[in-house]
């Protein structure tokens, strides 16, 4: 078995003893979403002894439909998040969708997260990675787990070891995700620590027609089985009022069931650890 590299992000490594989660709002909505997002989940993940790096996404480009919401754009999504990173000292993650938003993205983000469906663009990957900051780089719903080698060695070879793959399911067509946990140890072979993308994994995708759907219910599972299987960090989307949510309401976690998956996640994965 390859060693993972562990990734050191402020105190504290991704890829060590220490179970770390990225979570937040799926999309920037409102300061206030951002806010109390944040606040819950900092005293939560303190209490709980987890790591911690707040997520949103200033512009969810890859949507359903053309009147789908995106969310606030990048000058002022990273201004709110900023704030967060301030008022809170937490440090960010958000996703990039082209080249020149690597550079600005950061100058507030900690982390660089690549969307799924762009995980083989190369400028962005190159681009991302000469900002030095960590790229985590989510695998294709149409990527084999070993295939995210050469992507990561685009990284790399552009000067930049800080590294994470993050796993969200493989689309099989028909409005559906499926999750191999055997995709976990493939990409360790690599050498770079594994997320498991629990929410985005029980999205259904397009499967509201102009949206998509997703079954909540079973994030619990997911997250605990990758955990389980070994995963170095998960990754949550929460949200005040799922329901109510702009973006990817079926799948976020509310702040009760953030609080249920966490502890039980962060239990199994002491005893894998």
């Known amino acids: 078995m390859v060693e993972v590299k562990k990734i050191k992000l402020r105190n504290f490594e991704i890829g060590g003893k220490t179970l770390t989660i990225l979570a937040g ?85 900690d982390i660089l997260q690549i969307p799924a469906f762009l995980c083989r663009q ?26 995210m080698a050469p992507l990561a060695r685009k990284v790399s070879d552009s000067g930049n070891e800080n ?39 029980v999205q259904l995708p397009g499967g509201a027609g102009e949206c998509s759907s997703g079954e909540r219910k079973f994030v619990e599972t997911l997250a605990k089985a990758a955990t389980a299987a070994g995963a170095n960090a998960l990754f949550f989307e929460v949200h005040p009022n799922p329901d109510k949510a702009l973006c990817d309401g079926p799948n976020q976690l509310s702040f009760d069931g953030a609080a249920k998956v966490f502890e039980v996640c962060n239990k199994i994965f002491q005893l894998v650890n």
Do not use: W
């Open 163 to 201: 590294i994470l793959f993050t796993d969200r399911g493989v689309s099989f067509g028909y409005n559906n995700l499926v999750s191999d946990m055997r995709a976990i140890p493939i990409m360790q072979e690599i050498g770079y620590p594994v997320v498991f993308d629990a929410t985005h994994s």
């Open 25 to 109: 709002p799926c999309a920037i909505e409102s300061r206030d979403i951002l806010f109390k997002t944040a606040e819950f989940l900092k005293k939560l993940t303190s209490d709980l002894g987890i790591n911690y790096v707040f997520k949103s996404s200033f512009d969810k480009a890859n949507r359903s439909s053309i009147n789908s919401f995106r969310g606030p754009g990048l000058e002022k999504g990273l201004e709110m998040l900023a704030e967060i990173k301030k008022e809170f000292d937490l440090p960010i993650v958000t996703d990039i969708h082209t080249p020149d938003q690597a550079a600005p993205a950061a100058e507030v983000a």
């Open 122 to 147: 190369t400028d962005l990957l190159v681009a991302a990675a000469k900002t030095g900051k960590i790229v985590n780089i989510k695998k294709g719903q149409f990527l084999a787990p070993a295939q």
